[in-house]
């Protein structure tokens, strides 16, 4: 199938993502904030828009990729005087958009409310996976919205990730990223803690690493993120100023839920130091930083 797909949000993630719709075949028209970032996709075919209302008259189906709750309802659904220029103002009844932002799952099903009143369908399709898994289409997507759009929309899906899953209605796709950084934080958290315990007690963490793998205790957090904490290389998968802000999404849905999430809340606030020192920028495995930081002796520094 090749369709007219829109994809707003050219980002770390968004980039490759698009890329990866284009090498299938279809037609895209893109995006963003930033006319050069808009330029690998030009030079692979797509057709620059200079705005999200534009990008959405040209799509039957159109993607989000941004960075938070407030981006994705300014781009989406507008207001004031940059309403005619959303996307909203450019969708035609019957076109489908698909948001694979991480954002708040209140929102969302506020913004789902306001489509499906001018007859538009919307998906929430947050991921997991990074930039690798962004850059090699082999991205978990988790979905929220009716059945009868993600089935449209899932052999797009699939050129941009692996495992797909529908979860629920509205919003739905949301609670499971939330579910997702859960685990993800905590399990590089206790990733970092077991290799800083391996080092403190003079033993090749590296060897540590590998025989972890071998049992009950592998991950891809494991695998990925211990590599990283061992070579002291913090390059940017997923940024800890993008990891930040979903945990407090995490958290603000556990305030709505009455939910205690302790473990979730020390990861936040481990998280809060690092960005606090400057180190928005670092990899969420860089979460190993501070864990050192709070464990050096004398003039030791992290």
């Known amino acids: 199938m090749t369709a007219r797909i829109g994809f707003i949000g050219l980002g770390i993630m968004g980039r490759p993502m698009a890329l990866n719709l284009i090498k299938r075949g279809h037609r ?11 330029v690998p996709l030009t030079d692979a075919g797509a057709i620059a828009c200079d705005s999200p209302a534009a990008v959405a008259r040209e799509a039957d189906i159109t993607f989000t990729m941004l960075s938070d709750t407030p981006d994705v309802e300014a781009v989406i659904l507008g207001s004031g005087a940059k309403a005619e220029r959303a996307v909203i103002a ?42 690798v898994g962004a850059r090699d289409g082999t991205l978990s997507i988790m979905v929220g919205g009716p059945q009868a759009a993600f089935l449209r929309v899932k052999p797009l899906f ?24 859960i685990v993800v934080g905590q ?18 963490a590296a060897k540590v690493r590998e025989a972890l793998l071998g049992g009950f205790a592998a991950s891809r ?11 002291g290389d913090y390059t940017p998968g997923f940024k800890l100023a993008l990891y930040q802000k979903d945990l407090r999404l995490v958290q603000e849905a556990a305030h709505a839920l009455g939910l205690a999430l302790p473990g979730t809340a020390l990861v936040a606030q481990l998280v809060n130091a690092l960005v606090g ?26």
């Open 90 to 131: 450019g969708a035609a009844p019957g076109s489908i958009v698909v948001d694979m932002s991480t954002i708040s799952p209140a929102a969302t099903r506020a913004i789902a409310e306001r489509l499906g009143a001018a007859g538009v369908s919307m998906l929430d399709a947050p991921v997991s996976g990074g930039d």
């Open 221 to 231: 957090i494991l695998e990925l993120h211990g590599q990283r904490m061992l070579d």
């Open 158 to 181: 699939e050129a941009m990730g692996r495992n797909i899953g529908h979860i629920g209605a509205a919003g739905a796709g949301q609670v499971c990223k939330a579910c997702n950084q």
């Open 187 to 204: 399990t590089i958290a206790g990733v970092g803690e077991a290799l800083l315990m391996a080092q403190a007690a003079g033993v090749d």
């Open 28 to 38: 895209l028209a893109v995006f963003a904030r930033r006319a050069e970032a808009m």
């Open 277 to 302: 020192h400057g180190d928005g920028e670092l990899d969420a495995a860089a979460l190993h930083l501070v864990q050192r930081r709070l464990n050096a002796r004398g003039d030791e520094r992290a």
